[in-house]
């Protein structure tokens, strides 16, 4: 039997850890689907459109990983698609309380769902879209915490 994950989030923009998370992924699970949320409560910089995309190009090399856009919620959106797994990944402790009340909540709603836990590699775990995304608007380099796709798409937002 194929064991699908889902890895949801924002991904505005994705990171290197959102990319090492998702590899991780893949050696417990056969197909990663990456699902990017329509937030509904956060203003986005990037569309839905060029989060996608952005993550397509970022994992161009990567097999068995799927990018797909979702509304709703994420535990709908695991039955819809046959995931059995839920990824995410945990930086510090600060996201602990947060992901731990989700991970509950998503049992609630689908009892079959288990959420696993990664934490990326130790370069990684300082690193968040909003602080990419905060460093690129004043101008700062963030060519090593991004794909370069990535890194363009920051520079004709904000000008270099
Ligand atoms: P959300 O808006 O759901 O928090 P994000 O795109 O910010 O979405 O993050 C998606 C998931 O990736 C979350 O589980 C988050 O903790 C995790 N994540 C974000 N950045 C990193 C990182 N540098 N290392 C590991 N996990 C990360």
Known sequence: MTKTAIYPGSF????????????????????VIVAVAVNVSKQSLFSLEERVDLLERAL???????????????????????????????????????????ALMNRQLHSQLETVFLTPALEHTFLSSSLVREVA??????????????????TTKFGS
């Open 12 to 31: 505005d923009p994705v990171t290197r850890g959102h990319e090492d998370i998702i590899r991780r992924s893949l050696a417990f699970a056969d197909k």
């Open 60 to 102: 161009h090399d990567v097999t068995n990983v799927d990018v797909r856009a979702f509304e709703g919620l994420t535990a709908d959106f695991a039955r819809a698609v046959g995931a059995s797994m839920v990824v995410r990944g945990l930086r510090a402790v600060s996201d602990f309380e947060y992901e731990f009340q989700m």
């Open 137 to 154: 608007s004043f101008g700062g380099d963030v060519s090593r915490f991004v794909h370069p796709a990535v890194s363009d798409a920051l």
